[in-house]
T-cell receptor, first 113, second 113 residues
Framework: EPEVTQTPSHQVTQMGQEVILRCVPISNHLYFYWYRQILGQKVEFLVSFYNNEISEKSEIFDDQFSVERPDGSNFTLKIRSTKLEDSAMYFC???????????FGPGTRLLVL | LAKTTQPISMDSYEGQEVNITCSHNNIATNDYITWYQQFPSQGPRFIIQGYKTKVTNEVASLFIPADRKSSTLSLPRVSLSDTAVYYCLVGGDSGAGSYQLTFGKGTKLSVIP
């Protein structure tokens, strides 16, 4: 069964450093999403991406965040200058069409020191 | 986006049927009801989705009354491996070409031997 994959599984970084989280969505999917979950809290929507542009973003997704689909398979989330409060699990998701089921990846645990 | 209310936690013995009810009084006409399961440190996993009446798959059943203001996820004969957090989500196409999922705190199901 096809699945969303994410790398790395864990990332530790120093405050102020840039990180890039990578995702490979399911191959025939057209809609891509990033969510995050701070430890012990709810899963929160960050951004959705379709047709090589952002469709929607939340208040969390400020200028420090960016997304890119650099090639036909990868979908990345970049945090330009990490803050302590960026420590969380980051989940990538994809769906075939806009209201179809979103399939989530296993997540990247980001720890900012 | 319609707000959902579900119990914070539930306990069940192995082999029993578990029913988790979710209230969504402000559900919109084009909203679907989707349930996800999440194990610790893993991404949410799709369980079932429905619009009205009853939907059944190999994992669960979803009961939706005619007014659609609530829904009930039914897990038949739970096992220890069903211990997880279960999320009820309601939403539809935001019109921006995106289908943002809004997670609540979910229901923490504990299955007891």
């Amino acid at each position: 069964e096809p699945e969303v994959t994410q790398t790395p599984s864990h990332q530790v970084t120093q405050m102020g450093q840039e990180v890039i989280l990578r995702c490979v969505p399911i191959s025939n999917h057209l809609y891509f999403y990033w969510y995050r979950q701070i430890l012990g809290q709810k899963v929160e929507f960050l951004v959705s991406f379709y047709n090589n542009e952002i469709s929607e973003k939340s208040e969390i997704f400020d200028d420090q965040f960016s997304v890119e689909r650099p090639d036909g398979s990868n979908f990345t989330l970049k945090i330009r200058s990490t803050k302590l409060e960026d420590s969380a699990m980051y989940f990538c998701a994809s769906s075939e069409r806009v209201q179809e089921t979103q399939y989530f990846g296993p997540g990247t645990r980001l720890l900012v020191l | 986006l319609a707000k959902t209310t579900q119990p914070i936690s539930m306990d069940s013995y192995e082999g029993q049927e578990v029913n988790i009810t979710c209230s969504h009084n402000n559900i919109a006409t084009n909203d679907y009801i989707t349930w996800y399961q999440q194990f610790p440190s893993q991404g949410p996993r799709f369980i079932i989705q429905g619009y009205k009446t009853k939907v059944t798959n190999e994992v669960a059943s979803l009961f939706i009354p005619a007014d659609r203001k609530s829904s009930t996820l039914s897990l038949p004969r739970v096992s220890l491996s069903d211990t997880a957090v279960y999320y009820c989500l309601v939403g539809g196409d935001s019109g921006a070409g995106s289908y943002q999922l809004t997670f609540g705190k979910g229901t923490k199901l504990s299955v007891i031997p």
